[in-house]
């Protein structure tokens, strides 16, 4: 009986150790999930804290004073050391490795306004890239209404009388030469447009300014 009851007492506590090791494992887990959901790239590690801050208006004084306040970077560059200068309207930047990622460079400068209340002289690139994108979707819509009309118009086309052709031909002529400025603008709109359809390519205007300095220990 009692050898009955030790065995049962010993499986009882094999049980219970295998649960408890099983409920261990499974909550590492969960939380190692947890805590890779939860980070952020770097180049979104101080946009939301960024893009809700507070726009303070800065004198002329206060920019100028950029040029002597620095912030230090850990990057996955590596080290960054940056700061802002008002005459030349770039971050100027220091690091042991030349070629950084704009995005990395544009982050930095984001810790860079967020340490120093600085946000007048930060461009918000994700604002400005989001509305070049708008830009370029109302230029693709554009080309393709313009396409369709002029598909719409060649098919509608009446044909011409040959015996008038060579006299419509010589007014148009006239016609053209006459607003020979007009056209050659709107040629050369024509023409950027399409390059920008062709190339499907989001440039915003405004963007943040860099400024390679040299290493670290310069």
């Not at 052709?165 to 002529?173: G, P």
């Not at 607003?179 to 050369?188: H, M, N, P, V, Y």
């Amino acid at each position: 009986m009692i050898d009955f009851l030790f065995n049962v007492l010993k499986l009882t506590s094999i049980f219970c150790s295998g649960s408890l090791i099983s409920t261990v494992i499974v909550s590492n887990v969960i939380k190692r999930y947890y805590r890779i959901e939860d980070e952020l790239p770097y180049e979104k590690l101080y946009y939301e804290d960024f893009d809700l801050m507070e726009h303070r208006e800065l004198t002329d004084e206060d920019k100028e004073t950029l040029i002597k306040t620095f912030v230090e970077e850990e990057t996955p560059e590596g080290t960054i050391v940056m700061c802002y200068n008002y005459h030349s309207e770039s971050y100027h930047y220091w690091c042991d490795k030349k070629n950084i990622k704009f995005l990395t460079l544009d982050t930095v400068a984001q810790k860079y306004a967020l340490d120093n209340d600085c946000k007048e002289v930060c461009v918000n690139y994700k604002d400005e890239f989001e509305r070049a994108k708008e830009d370029l979707l109302k230029i693709l819509e554009e080309s393709k209404e313009e396409k369709e009309t002029s598909n719409t118009n060649t098919k509608e086309e009446p044909k011409k009388d040959t015996k008038k052709s060579v006299f419509a031909e010589f007014k148009s002529y006239n016609k053209n030469k006459t607003s020979g400025t007009e056209a050659k603008l709107k040629r050369g709109r024509k023409q950027i447009n399409k390059r920008n359809v062709s190339k499907n390519m989001i440039l915003p205007e405004n963007c943040n300014r860099f400024s390679y300095r040299g290493t670290i220990d310069e």
